[in-house]
């Protein structure tokens, strides 16, 4: 039987596609045991609860556990060192879970019959097992689920995402969804109960008993972290379901590494099969490699066109050289911030890949041509430098505040640290908004990314350091209050919290305004003033125009014009820590505060919007802006 699931109807857009369902079995990280209840995750009051013991479906068969497939030849096949590695820490698991179930037996050593059992639990465990995260996005610990959610297969350009409901069953809503995919060999009507029963006992591949089933059906909803599909396409009746088993936002080779190293297969989706790579996948990898040859003369080539001059062997192997140096650069230097702490290194040597690059040194005899590696702004190692330093910037505000609040400079110096912040949270989202043009299914990166930017924003807008450096005249002004003329995104974002219904059509009308409206407006207003501080941020004009996405980072980081601008041509703090203001710079302080805070306000509420797409009107990031969008303390004054 073709283990995969099709829609038994046409859906639309954020359509819940089943039911809350409840895993199989579940366990929580070793560090979550005494914060969350071990039986729905919820985190636990100061006072922690006992823990309780798990039960497991005790009948395996020697391909699939209760109708999910272990992968058990593949997990413990031995290929390679890395699948030796793998092989190695489950047979160690499998050793450790057979020697537990011989003690529960009251026998002294497993047997051939009891290892075979417990390799085929832990490798369904490892293919079928989703990690369980709250509501800030913290991994909590892992779920296995049934048929109903493990039989949907991979695609690089999903058209359904899922989400987790840790909540009590006795306090979830009421309003259930109707079950609305099915396997694609079900011919039955779409009734729930028939197709649950279809999916227990089709074929005799589940094993779970009817004693297991009448106790569910007695406790109606059974414990553990509850999971619902949810559809971020329209979906037509028959069509397969599809989810992403891993970051869409990395290059093919990248999501090919990870399918392999963690499920064993590699994908053929359309988006990955398709010749030549789809835009979003050529943008991802796309690094840009300036020749240098000796005395002077120099090309630049892009490393996933097909314009190489040199021989095919010559093309793989600087490709490969790049594509390592650089991935290994930016991953060094992430990991020494998240370990060490120190946000300023980290900001100064990104930001210099960012604008530089790297050379190649490998060789130096003069014959030889010299490289020069540079990042597309759209690759993957781009977008993973521009969170983390709008991250690295926040952080070095709060430092410098929190040590040295007293001091004007050092005040000037903390907030030059949030608006260039403010200016890489926006970056990113519109970066990544370029990509989620062609690829609709980026739709939940996309939605961190806005809500994101928003935040920074407002939080930018409402500093209290801005009457510190010049007298304001401003009304105060609360987000509640905002209403643009020019766009109905606040409208709609509102109607759909209200009434949990949106076509596709209202959502793409809605889409076309907000980006309308800030591209014209909003944005042009604030950007010159949030990048003043910031050389690689001033050689972008606009991050709107798509236009300066053609340019190669190498062309932004070398031509002076691009970085020289003249002091009336933005709008800025004075960098000399000057005190005194024109009337004319103060006006345009205070008019660049306004638009901060109508643009975050607009990019919050669309963040806001996708969220509600993506994981229901009720969900956490969605009720999170709805609840700034309502807050009356959200002033500027």
């Not at 823990?51 to 209760?66: D, E, G, K, N």
């Not at 050593?109 to 369980?132: F, H, I, K, Q, R």
């Amino acid at each position: 039987m073709e283990m995969e699931m099709r829609s038994m109807e046409d859906t639309e857009i954020a359509t819940d596609m089943t039911p809350s369902l409840v895993p199989l079995t579940f366990s929580l990280h070793h560090s979550n045991l005494h914060t969350h209840c071990s039986s729905c995750f919820s985190l636990l009051p100061l006072s922690p609860i006992p823990i309780t013991p798990f039960l497991y479906c005790p009948s395996v068969t020697s391909s699939r556990v209760a109708g999910l497939l272990s992968n058990r030849h593949k997990l413990t096949c031995h290929n390679n060192s890395d699948e030796d590695e793998v092989s190695e820490r489950i047979s160690s698991g499998v050793r450790a879970l057979a020697t537990a179930i011989t003690e529960l037996r009251g026998e002294l050593e497993p047997d051939d019959a009891v290892l075979e059992e417990a390799e085929c639990a832990l490798c369904a465990v490892l293919t079928n097992a989703v990690e369980v995260q709250d509501k800030e996005g913290r991994a909590l610990g892992i779920a296995v689920y049934g048929p109903a959610f493990s039989w949907i297969n991979h695609s690089c350009s999903p058209n359904a995402c899922y989400r987790f409901i840790l909540s009590p069953s006795s306090s979830s809503s009421s309003q259930e969804s109707k079950l609305r995919i099915a396997p694609s060999s079900f011919r039955g009507s779409p009734d729930s109960r028939e197709l649950c029963c279809f999916l227990q006992i089709d074929s005799g591949l589940c094993t779970i008993t009817n004693h297991f089933q009448k106790e569910e059906e007695e406790q109606n909803q059974g414990y553990g972290p509850r999971l619902i599909v949810r559809s971020i396409k329209r979906i037509k009746k028959g069509q397969e379901i599809t989810i992403a088993y891993t970051d869409l936002l990395q290059s093919k080779a990248m999501r090919q590494l990870d399918l392999w190293s963690k499920y064993r297969f590699i994908c053929c989706c359309m988006r990955c099969s398709v010749v030549p790579f789809t835009y979003v996948d050529h943008a991802l990898q796309d690094v840009v490699i300036t020749i240098c040859n000796f005395p002077k003369t120099s090309q630049e080539i892009s490393v996933s066109g097909c314009d190489f001059t040199s021989s095919s062997s010559s093309y793989n192997l600087v490709r490969d050289t790049a594509e390592r140096r650089l991935n290994d650069s930016v991953d060094d230097i992430i990991s020494e911030y998240l370990m060490a702490g120190d946000p300023e290194p980290c900001c100064e040597k990104l930001e210099k890949i960012l604008m530089q690059g790297l050379c190649d040194e490998l060789d130096n005899v003069e014959e030889t041509p010299h490289y020069k590696f540079m990042l597309h702004p759209l690759h993957y190692l781009s977008l993973n430098a521009y969170t983390t330093l709008a991250s690295a910037y926040k952080v070095r505000a709060s430092d410098i505040l929190s040590t040295t609040s007293t001091i004007y400079q050092n005040q000037l110096e903390a907030f030059d640290m949030s608006r260039t912040s403010a200016a890489y949270s926006l970056l990113l989202a519109t970066t990544a908004h370029h990509l989620f043009n062609s690829e609709s299914s980026l739709i939940a990166s996309l939605a961190n990314f806005w809500t994101g930017a928003g935040e920074s924003l407002l939080y930018l807008a409402r500093s209290s350091e801005w009457s510190k450096f010049f007298k304001s005249s401003l009304v105060a002004s609360s987000v509640s209050k905002v209403k643009c003329s020019k766009c109905s995104l606040m409208d709609t974002f509102r109607a759909y919290i209200c009434n949990g219904k949106i076509r596709n059509d209202d959502f793409e009308n809605a889409s076309n305004e907000f980006l309308d409206c800030i591209s014209h407006d909003s944005t042009q207003k604030v950007w010159s003033f949030l990048v003043n501080g910031c050389r690689f941020l001033r050689s972008i004009k606009d991050p709107m125009d798509s236009g300066w996405l053609v340019s190669t980072s190498n062309s932004r980081a070398t031509d002076p014009g691009a970085l020289a601008k003249k002091k009336s041509e933005v709008c800025y703090l004075h960098e000399s820590g000057n005190s005194i203001q024109t009337c004319e710079e103060q006006t345009c302080n205070e008019n660049a505060r306004v638009h901060i805070f109508e643009l975050g306000v607009h990019c919050l509420a669309y963040g806001g919007l996708l969220a509600a797409i993506c994981y229901g009107h009720h969900s956490h990031l969605a009720s999170y802006v709805e609840q700034i969008l309502d807050d009356k303390n959200n002033l500027i004054l």
